[in-house]
């Protein structure tokens, strides 16, 4: 069972930055992070859940959504149990919760659906 805890959202000015942690634990936490998927979602009031970025287990490889490629980066930590989401020149329409979320394959899924695992969420709201 991986249990996520996303950190890091806020208020942050377009053009500015910020970084969410989402630090993995669990009960019975014997799987190496590194033989889950992870990947960011997020969703902003009216609309459906949208991926983000994804990421494989070793972290090799990324996958980005058009509207934040260029922006944003995903990257992994997996001595420390934490995927980070660095936002780069964020835009007012990048406000949303942000979710991170965890499936059982090492390699990028970019389905919602797939995910097992996801957090409570962190809000991110970017002002103009």
């Known amino acids: 069972q991986l249990q996520l805890e996303e950190s890091g959202g806020g208020l942050v000015q377009a053009g500015g930055s910020l970084r969410l942690s989402c630090a993995a634990s669990?009960?019975?936490?014997?799987?190496?992070?590194?033989?889950?998927?992870m990947g960011w979602f997020r969703q902003a009031p009216g609309k459906e859940r949208e991926l983000v970025a994804a990421?494989?287990?070793?972290?090799?490889?990324?996958s980005y959504s058009d509207s934040v490629k260029g922006r944003f980066t995903i990257s992994r930590d997996n001595a420390k149990n934490t995927v980070y989401l660095q936002m780069n020149s964020p835009k007012p329409e990048d406000t949303a919760v942000y979710y991170c979320a965890g499936q059982d394959l090492p390699i990028v899924r970019t389905t919602a659906s797939v995910y097992k695992y996801w957090g409570q969420g962190t809000q991110v709201t970017v002002s103009s």
């Open positions: 669990g009960r019975s936490f014997s799987r190496s992070i590194s033989t889950y998927g």
């Open positions: 990421i494989s287990g070793g972290g090799g490889s990324t």
